[in-house]
């Protein structure tokens, strides 16, 4: 699979089978992290189409590419991007009016002529042959041995670079990320009578002050014969279902009273009738 | 087939991945467009890589990854940054320098 013949022109029929269904795939994928509406399903198609990439660079015989690709690109990078869509980019829904006038179509024009430029670009060059990567594997003992034997001798400079471009990005990501606070910080103290500050710190009172009316929906009186509504929970308090009974037996008794005085009454006429 | 038909692929996803950087207006969508345009040079690098008989592909390949993590970590870093003090992530709202 690698093409350890010196010059071929046709790789075997396994990797052609693989590479239509695989790139596939991978068109799908593209088109629609380009496509889809949300930023959290473009996420998950890119992801997808990085790790059929990490397929084909595994296909191309690029062993070390192929594992870094899937543990760098579709498990860091993809991941990182995902943690900033759930950060940012899930309330933030994309605008779809556009603000350019016919700016989609012109993009959608631009981007059908650049690539017909490349790939007839590609389709021109005469690429009929490939030397495979058999005998630059085995110059060293293997793939990654002659990757690394590349990066310590010829790269070095550039390898020291990226050491330091990553120590610059890291600094960097942290410098602009980074909030100045802007108010004192509090103190313990002021933290703990902030925690007690108007709220009812002994347990609650219970409710229902009469010995036929002790249901939890009657709140208990104060002194004042005034009902307290600390007495009935909190979940009757905010559906109005209390009820309030403190004037209850003053109304029985007035009431009593009155149809008592309707029969005095009564009678008396009665009385007067007889007279 | 012919590895040939890799570059065709790398082409047809660089392509994809521009015009979705001239299309989508979400940053983040932007910045993943540009991800995939790093993805499809990549593979270009290692086809080559293959083509021509030598590792110095795959070294390339191996540098862009790495600039790529680095770019990834700064420019998430600012699209959270924009956010915070913005409220958006959309690069039309982004006109601060416009007059």
Redesign the interface.
């Known amino acids: 699979m690698t093409g350890l013949a010196a010059a071929a022109s046709q790789t075997s029929t396994g990797e052609a089978f693989q590479f239509w269904v695989l790139g596939t795939v991978a068109v799908i994928g593209a088109l629609s992290t380009v496509l889809m509406k949300k930023a959290v399903h473009s996420a998950l198609s890119l992801a997808g189409t990085m790790i059929v990439l990490a397929v084909f660079y595994l296909a191309n015989g690029a062993y070390f590419l192929g594992v870094v690709q899937i543990v760098v690109y579709t498990g860091a990078i993809m991941m990182l991007f995902l943690f900033v869509v759930m950060l940012v980019g899930v309330t933030a829904a994309d605008s779809l009016k556009e603000t350019l006038k016919g700016q989609r179509w012109l993009a959608a024009g631009c981007g059908i002529g650049f690539g017909v430029l490349l790939i007839a670009g590609i389709g021109n060059a005469s690429l009929n042959s490939f030397n495979g990567l058999g005998t630059a594997n085995a110059e060293h003992g293997g793939n990654i041995e002659g990757l690394a034997s590349l990066i310590f001798t010829k790269y070095v400079f550039a390898f020291e670079i990226t050491g330091a471009l990553l120590i610059t990005a890291t600094v960097g990501a942290m410098v602009l990320t980074h909030r100045e606070r802007t108010e004192r910080a509090k103190t313990q103290r002021e933290m703990s009578e902030e925690r007690v500050r108007g709220k009812q710190l002994p347990p609650l009172p219970a409710p229902g002050v009469y010995a036929r009316h002790n249901a939890v929906d009657i709140p208990g009186l104060l002194p004042d014969g005034t009902p307290s509504e600390l007495t009935v929970m909190q979940t009757l308090r905010n559906r109005g279902q209390i009820r309030d009974v403190s004037n209850e037996s003053l109304d029985q008794l007035k009431a009593l009273e009155q149809r008592s005085e309707e029969r005095l009454g009564r009678d008396n006429e009665d009385e007067e009738v007889a007279k | 087939?012919?590895?040939?038909?890799?570059?065709?692929?790398a082409?047809?996803?660089?392509?994809?991945?521009?015009?979705?950087v001239?299309?989508?207006?979400?940053a983040?969508?932007v910045?993943?467009?540009v991800?995939?345009m790093l993805?499809a040079c990549?593979?270009a690098f290692?086809?080559f890589?293959?083509?021509?008989?030598?590792?110095?592909g795959?070294?390339i390949?191996?540098?862009t990854?790495?600039?790529?993590?680095?770019?990834?970590?700064?420019g998430?870093?600012?699209?959270?940054?924009v956010?915070?003090s913005r409220?958006?992530?959309?690069v039309?709202d982004a006109s601060l320098m416009k007059l």
Do not use: K
Request: charged letters at 10%; hydrophobic letters at 60%.
């Open positions: 087939m012919n590895p040939v038909n890799y570059l065709y692929l082409a047809l996803l660089f392509t994809i991945g521009a015009a979705g001239l299309i989508r207006r979400n983040i969508v910045f993943m467009c991800e995939l993805n990549n593979l290692v086809t890589s293959r083509m021509h008989g030598n590792l110095d795959q070294i390949a191996f540098f990854m790495v600039v790529a993590a680095a770019e990834v970590v700064v998430l870093a600012i699209i959270v940054s956010f915070r409220h958006s992530a959309s039309d």
